[in-house]
């Protein structure tokens, strides 16, 4: 699972959670696989993303280091930022762990790769 995804998944679909983004992850298996740098792509994503949870995520699984607080209002030229970026969104990803809603304290799997967000019938709402 990139830390892409990760900033779209949300556990408000367990019945009675209003707090359920951003999800807490804890890596067992990390792996950073090489990905070609899209400047373009980098700045048409970014202001679709939780800045505050990206930085979260990145930082629970070790990436964190150099990611300022607040997103600059422009990337236009700043090529390391931009990168440093594309590593954490695209080229980190999590193998094997486990997602964990910050309300409820659920815990959703991820193995090869991918989280399952599969529900109980007791918590569907």
């Known amino acids: 699972m990139k830390l892409l995804t990760h900033n779209i998944l949300t556990s408000n679909i367990i019945k009675g959670v209003t707090r359920g983004f951003p999800l807490k992850i804890k890596s067992s298996r990390l792996e950073v696989k090489e990905v070609d740098f899209n400047p373009d792509f980098i700045l048409r994503i970014l202001p679709k993303l939780d800045w505050s949870a990206l930085r ?7 990436y964190g280091n150099g990611l300022p607080e607040e997103l600059p ?4 030229g700043d090529d390391s930022l931009q990168k440093t970026i594309h590593n954490i969104l695209l080229q ?7 997602l964990e809603c910050p309300e409820t304290g659920r815990k959703f799997p991820i193995q090869n790769g991918i989280p399952n967000m599969l ?3 007791d918590e569907v709402s």
């Open 56 to 62: 979260q995520a990145a930082t629970e699984v070790g």
């Open 73 to 76: 209002s422009s990337l236009e």
């Open 92 to 98: 980190v990803e999590i193998v094997e762990g486990e």
């Open 119 to 121: 529900l109980n019938e």
